[in-house]
């Protein structure tokens, strides 16, 4: 009998395959331990800064690589208690055409600068918020603003003109919003110890109709006393109209009544003719560019002006027709030692009357161009004007006053001031200016600065037939010349000079006098 024997049954062999498999699935489950773990760990308050840096990070990797679609589907204004809607709506109109997120933050944007600018808002923000979830791709706009708590602002202030040696004492009062419409009321008071005083009252509005630029009006009664410079008194109650105002351009009408007065009865010949009443209707259209990086130390950048005015656009025998153009042109040149900057500028214009005959007839005194004044060249544009070392309306054009009939023996006088400086119909001012930081640092973190300059100009006559003798050569010899130095503060309001000036030429009756000068100049 045979027997028989059974054979031990063994496992199956275990593969590699199987111990990989076998150690996936104890990874899977430690990373599902972990991220449980992970979730039952409390947020700290640094986890979820990093978390959203993250995101943010992201949104800006995916906004400068590529454009995101979207579209607004509504604007939300909210704090308007006062203000129309309408007013608000109008400056986010730019919103509402932006296909791109891109578009749509630059618009954003764009758009809160304006609505602050309109100066009745204590506030502005504005964010996006997700639009409807049965639109995607969509959002709303949410304005929040904060009106003005208190609608009446005033000020008050002192302010001299040391060229004239002048004060005058200046307020003004406004009154925001009053009718919801973004509405401006103002009224001002400028009392001139010396020269100019001025009542005027005036309004603004942003947006007048359908119009895209802002309207003013005001209602002034101007009196300005140049009995020492010219012997006579200007008085003109008058109305101007803002008709367009953008960042380059500028459109506006005057309407004025004006009168000239010599309560002295010592004005010269050519002033005597111009005395009395006159009607003022003109149209003036200003062109400006200024891309230099600061208005009262610029060192870097360009400037440019164009002014043209026209008179005498009423049919009134007593209205005034002349023509006024003014070019200025500015340019600063960074040296690049000691913040040094090279600044250069050039100005030119002319006046001249309109209609048959216009050569023969005399240009109104107002009109004309007067140079002079302490005023700093590289902050003014607006045509020429200032030329450092002489006193205002100290060149030019001048003629003779009435002579005393009693004998005068004072040898103190001054001859140029038994002139009366006329003014001219061709000026031309030019400048060159280097300004750079002072060694002590102390002076450098103050904006304390020091600068040389030159300065040139000429004023001639055009009018009365005077044109016909002003050569090449006379031009040329017309123009007098100041060169110096000085140290500049310059504040958030208005840049103050000490300046040594040397009068390098001007003639006989002209009032220039080297020595040490006081300038004050406004960025405005």
Known sequence: MASSSKEPISNPPISDDDDEEEDDYEEIDEDDEEEEERERRPVTEESRVRSDRAKMENLFRRLSSER??????DVIIQGNTKTKES???????ALKNATTLQELLKAASIANARLQQLDIFDSVKITLDSGPPELPGTTNVVVEIVESENPLTGSVGVFSKPEARAWSLEGSLKLKNLFGYGDIWDGSLAYGLDLTSEVSAGVSLPRFKKLITPVTARLSLLSQDWLKFSSYKEQALGLSLGLLSSRSHDLSYSLAWRTLADPSQMSSRAVRRQLGHSLISALKYTFKIDRRNSPLRPTRGYAFLSSSQIGGLLPDHRGLRFLRQELDFRYALPL??????????ISAGVSVPWGSGFLSRPTY??????LGGNSSPVCALGGPSSLLGFKMRGLGPAEHRRQVTENSTDESSDASSAMDFVGGDLAVTAFADLSFDLPLRVLREAGIHGHAFACTGSLNKLTENAYKDLSLQKFKESFRASAGFGVIVPTKLFRMEVNYCYILKQQEHDRGKTGVQFSFSSSF
């Open 365 to 370: 005194l107002p009109e004309k161009f007067f």
């Open 68 to 73: 995101v679609p979207i579209r607004v589907h």
């Open 336 to 345: 690049g030692f000691y913040n040094a900057a090279f600044n250069s500028g």
């Open 87 to 93: 007013l608000i709506e109008a400056e986010m109109e």
